[in-house]
């Protein structure tokens, strides 16, 4: 049976979330410092867990009033398209319910999914400031 947790009911490891990012193809530079840094920054974290197997992970980004991002949906590959983003989702949406604009960046092969959440495309032009 797979829960959904938020990371104050069941806290993260950073190992645990490398192993994810990893299995993803995201992120090899990224170390265990800099995940414990991004774990303890103080946004809403859900965990998806098989037993005590972390096997999802998303998180949000906020000013706590107007604004929230969510980043970071990844699922183990082998539990992909099974519902288990879509719970991910679901329970940060409840727990940012005040905010006014919830908002996420995607690929556009994503967008589909992001679709079947509540989220709607929009036309905006996306920038980002990146480091060399």
Known sequence: MINVKLYTEKPISPSELMH????AGWWPDRDTNGIQKLLSFGGITVGA???DVLI???RSISDGVFRAYIEDVVVLSS?????IGKLMIERLVI???????ISLFCTED???FYDGTGF???KQIVMHHLKD
């Open 120 to 122: 709607k495309k929009t």
């Open 20 to 23: 994810l990012y990893h299995d």
């Open 79 to 83: 539990y992909r398209n099974k519902g």
């Open 95 to 101: 727990e940012l319910k005040d905010i006014d604009v």
């Open 56 to 58: 999802g992970f998303c």
């Open 110 to 112: 994503l967008a589909g």
């Open 49 to 51: 867990w098989e037993d």
